[in-house]
């Protein structure tokens, strides 16, 4: 026999902790569905704001309903309004890729500064998680939320760092050769 076992969601998080955005493997519509149904206000307040008709964003968000679905647009603004991303997680796992939140470049194309800050970056991941790993054999919520953000921080500024030095690449010769 098996059992399970259901938190509802305002004792599974802390009062200052955020909701996670997504929840691995599950479906685009589910995720849909779990962002429409979780928005603060319900889903009257989510639909004013996407100016909708409640009971069509309803039948949009009821993954069991063929004839009424969310098409690309609302499926951003129900994530830009709401402030959860499970719907582009889920859907960046269907296609085995995953996302982060960009973040501008602010070391406005200089090199060495975009360098620096990549170091930089990579110093504050490595001292969240070595952090982290000296204090215990538990990790807490907040020792994971800061290595995950310096995580992300730092997968931006990679990205930043390649898109510098692609802006340094020498341009091909007139023949398409190396």
Excluded: W
């Excluded at 889920?90 to 800050?117: N, W, Y």
């Excluded at 070595?130 to 215990?136: E, I, K, N, Q, S």
């Amino acid at each position: 026999m098996k059992a399970t076992v259901s938190v509802p969601p305002h004792l599974a998080h802390g009062a200052d902790e955020p909701f996670p955005s997504t929840v691995a493997g599950q479906d685009i519509l589910d995720a849909f569905y779990n962002t429409v149904h979780g928005y603060p206000g319900g889903v009257t307040a989510l639909a004013a704001r996407m100016g909708m008709s409640p009971n069509t964003l309803t039948h949009k968000a009821n993954p069991n309903t063929g004839t009424h679905q969310p098409n690309p647009r609302e499926l951003i603004d129900v994530q830009l309004f709401s402030g959860n991303y499970a719907v582009l997680h889920a859907m960046a796992e269907a296609l085995g890729h995953t996302c982060s939140r960009a973040t501008p470049d602010q070391a406005g194309g200089d090199p060495v500064d975009t360098f620096t800050r990549l170091q930089g970056a990579h110093a504050d991941f490595s001292r969240s998680v070595a952090d982290a790993l000296l204090v215990g054999d538990e990790v807490s919520r907040n020792q994971m939320r800061r290595a995950d953000h310096m995580a992300q921080e730092l997968l931006a500024l990679i990205g930043h760092t390649l898109a510098m030095l692609r802006g340094r690449m020498r341009a091909e010769p007139a023949g398409g050769g190396r």
